[in-house]
């Protein structure tokens, strides 16, 4: 943890990366993620900024966050333990236990697919958040804060369904690995019976049977038999150079006119996985394969300007 200057006139941006290095330090990026439209997740944490909370709604910023877990439970990500709520204007982090909120984790059909910019209309809290005052301008100010990201790491365990199995598949066999298990669709729903090695802390036991997931079970081959089936998926990182140029050229458009992007081979959605709300806004999809159909619309649903797979199935 370093010291930095206490500065009240940061735009909120600017005060997120302050926050972050007065925590880390400059090198905050490998600990720290921002991706995915949210204003940063770490090992068990997810942020979620506002200049002025008590004026944004503390209800609705949650309620934001909570969002954006969900959709994380539909992708196969870690879904953290705790939410944090900094408030940069009344120097106040709120914590809280998303344990208390695993039923709309788990929801993803109603909840993943909400634009996260408007919350969920009704929300309330269900417990008073933990209240961790802060300083930037000193060491001892940002103490209790980065004692509690220091602490070990908590996650959020969910259910396996057929929304969000074909993200906690390819999960697994990125991980398996490393624990010691083979990257093999049979190794994979053994680990969803019996969770024990790499999704022992992120699922519970699956007891379904897998003819749950009969309309996608191609999809969930393990990596060695999609090579052999000539079944190939665009992986993250280059979905995340693709975003860049897109967004070098949305820079280019006039800010009075709108513009449109065309995916007419979307497949699963893993390009459009890593653009943001409003970038999707203005995307129109689509995919040929009642498969994929079925998993993009669970990856990003109502987000997108238009789904052409969605009409397609129906």
């Not at 998993?295 to 997108?304: A, K």
Request: net charge negative; with cysteine; glycine share 6%.
């Amino acid at each position: 943890m370093i010291q930095i200057t206490n500065t009240f006139d940061m735009d909120e941006k600017t005060f997120e990366i302050n926050f972050y290095t007065a925590i880390f330090g400059p090198d905050f990026a490998n600990n720290v993620t921002i991706d995915r439209s949210t204003d940063g997740y770490t090992d068990g944490i997810l942020f979620e900024h506002k200049q002025n909370l008590m004026t944004y709604g503390r209800a609705r910023a949650l309620s934001q966050a909570l969002i954006y877990l969900s959709r994380f439970n539909v992708d196969g990500i870690p879904v953290c333990g705790k939410i944090a709520l900094p408030d940069h204007e009344g120097r106040k982090m709120y914590l809280y236990d998303v344990a208390d909120y695993a039923d709309i984790i788990n929801d993803t059909q109603k909840y993943a697919k909400l634009k996260a910019s408007i919350g969920i209309e009704g929300f309330v809290e269900r417990k008073e958040p933990k209240v961790i005052p802060f300083d930037m301008g000193s060491v001892a100010g940002m103490q209790q804060v980065y004692e509690e990201v220091s602490k070990p790491a908590t996650f959020t365990k969910v259910d396996v369904t057929v929304h969000n199995v074909y993200g906690w598949a390819h999960y697994y066999y990125q991980h398996a690995a490393q624990h010691g298990q083979q990257a093999k669709k049979k190794a994979f729903f053994d680990e969803l019976k019996n969770p024990c090695g790499a999704l022992r802390e992120f699922v519970n036991q699956w007891k379904g049977s897998e003819s749950d997931f009969k309309f996608i079970m191609d999809l969930l081959n393990d990596p060695m038999t999609q090579k052999k089936l000539g079944a190939y998926y665009t992986p993250t990182a280059y979905c995340k150079l693709a975003a860049e140029k897109v967004r070098e050229i949305i820079k280019a458009i006039p800010e009075d006119m709108d513009y449109v992007i065309v995916d007419p081979a979307a497949g699963t959605g893993n390009l459009e996985s890593v653009l943001t709300d409003e970038e999707l806004s203005h995307v129109i999809v689509n995919t040929y394969e009642l498969k994929e159909a079925t998993v993009l619309e669970d990856r990003i649903g109502g987000r997108v300007r238009y789904n052409m797979a969605k009409d397609a199935k129906t």
